[in-house]
């Protein structure tokens, strides 16, 4: 008696999805002087794989361009984000000064700002 022999393939995959609640908005630039897309300095840290301190400091010394939106905080231009080099020549002693600097003009924590309704 012969036997019977089966055979059984099995395929399969994998999708990992990550949605994270994104902080954007559509506005007016002055400096660009076009609509540009607006995204909140977190988000922009994340995009450009830098610290917060970095970003803030990047926009408190104009070299991002910034929009404040009413109840909803301070926003990056995401067009001078791209543009920008990361390159600051700085140590981190002062930068951490102009950092403490901008918290007391503005009267909040650094992190408050991204924060504000």
Same mark, same amino acid.
């Given at each position: 008696?012969? =036997?019977?022999?089966?055979?059984?393939?099995? &395929?399969?995959?994998?999708?990992?999805?990550?949605?994270? =609640?994104?902080?954007?908005?559509?506005?007016?630039?002055?400096?660009?002087?076009?609509?540009?897309?607006?995204?909140?300095?977190? &988000?922009?840290?994340?995009?450009?794989?830098?610290?917060?301190?970095?970003?803030?400091? #990047?926009? *408190?010394?104009?070299?991002?361009?910034?929009?404040?939106?009413?109840?909803?905080?301070?926003?990056?231009?995401?067009?001078? #984000?791209?543009?920008?080099? *990361?390159?600051?020549?700085?140590?981190?002693?002062?930068? &951490?000064?102009?950092?403490?600097?901008?918290?007391? &003009?503005?009267?909040?924590?650094?992190?408050?700002?991204?924060? =504000?309704?």
């Amino acid at each position: 008696m012969p =036997k019977i022999q089966t055979k059984i393939s099995i &395929e399969s995959s994998e999708r990992l999805t990550i949605k994270r =609640k994104r902080y954007s908005i559509r506005a007016w630039c002055d400096a660009c002087n076009r609509q540009s897309i607006m995204i909140v300095p977190s &988000e922009a840290a994340f995009l450009a794989s830098q610290d917060i301190d970095s970003i803030i400091y #990047l926009m *408190f010394s104009n070299r991002l361009h910034v929009r404040h939106v009413d109840k909803k905080g301070l926003f990056v231009c995401l067009i001078s #984000l791209c543009l920008q080099s *990361f390159e600051i020549e700085l140590d981190d002693s002062d930068k &951490e000064s102009d950092v403490e600097l901008i918290e007391l &003009e503005a009267g909040s924590s650094a992190y408050d700002l991204l924060f =504000k309704d």
